[in-house]
């Protein structure tokens, strides 16, 4: 089956850490994306990336940096840089920007003590 | 700017019950449209679609939407709610015509009452 996976589903750090949060598609998609999600305030643009080897700064890019190494593979790190780290974070792929749906990963909670 | 708008928070319908939630967009030109759904702790699930022609959009679980380019609106309906309906519901828009990305609605929770 095609899709997207988000591994860990928890994530538990403490303060200062870096915290490296993988997604991975095989839908042969070209753009990826990540979001933070907090209660009540929708889903925020953290990065994304339109092509291997390219990314660029979502709304909420401070704290945090991503890599595109690979089509299938669009890791975030969350830096100690990161004020308030605690959220859920989604990661999404799509054909290309601009084009058709998203299709969404399950998911990543991250909690930082 | 463009906007996508999701005026209700929350709304709460009893079992059996139809739904109608609401979404408006700002944008220039009619943009493709697109409702999510989030069951808690997961990831957004399509809905349903509009990229243009019968303005009446039938998607999966049941629901439909409706877009009236009059109203700038792209509202999502589902005749008789049951109670797995129970989940938050974006509302999201992409320009037509380049590389953009989707701006979402902030999202209205749906409460179902036995």
């Known amino acids: 089956d095609g899709g997207i996976t988000q591994s860990p589903k928890y994530l538990f750090r403490k303060e200062g850490q870096n915290v490296t949060l993988s997604c991975e598609q095989n839908?042969?998609?070209?753009?990826m994306y990540w979001y933070r999600q907090d209660p009540g305030q929708g889903l925020r643009l953290i990065y994304y990336s339109q092509i291997v080897n390219d990314f660029q700064k979502g709304d909420i890019a401070e704290g945090y940096s991503v890599s595109r190494e690979k089509k299938e593979s669009f890791p975030l790190t969350v830096t100690s840089a990161q004020k308030n780290p605690t959220a859920f974070y989604l990661c999404a792929s799509s054909i290309r920007t601009g084009a058709g749906e998203q299709y969404f990963g399950p998911g990543t909670r991250l909690t930082v003590t | 700017a463009q906007s996508v708008t999701q005026p209700d928070i929350h709304i709460t319908v009893s079992e059996g019950a139809s739904l109608e939630l609401r979404c408006n967009y700002s944008?220039?030109?009619?943009?493709?449209l697109f409702w999510y759904v989030q069951s808690p702790g997961q990831g957004l699930q399509l809905l349903l679609k509009?990229?243009?022609?019968?303005?009446l959009v039938q998607g999966i679980k049941g629901f439909e939407a409706e877009f009236k380019r009059s109203q700038s609106s792209f509202n999502l309906r589902k005749p008789s709610v049951h109670w797995s309906d129970a989940a938050e519901y974006f509302c999201?828009?992409?320009?037509?015509?380049?590389?953009?990305?989707?701006?979402f609605g902030r999202g209205t929770s749906l409460i179902v009452h036995p």
């Open positions: 944008y220039g030109a009619t943009p493709y």
């Open positions: 839908l042969n998609h070209d753009a």
């Open positions: 999201a828009a992409l320009p037509s015509g380049g590389s953009y990305i989707p701006t």
């Open positions: 509009y990229f243009s022609g019968d303005t």
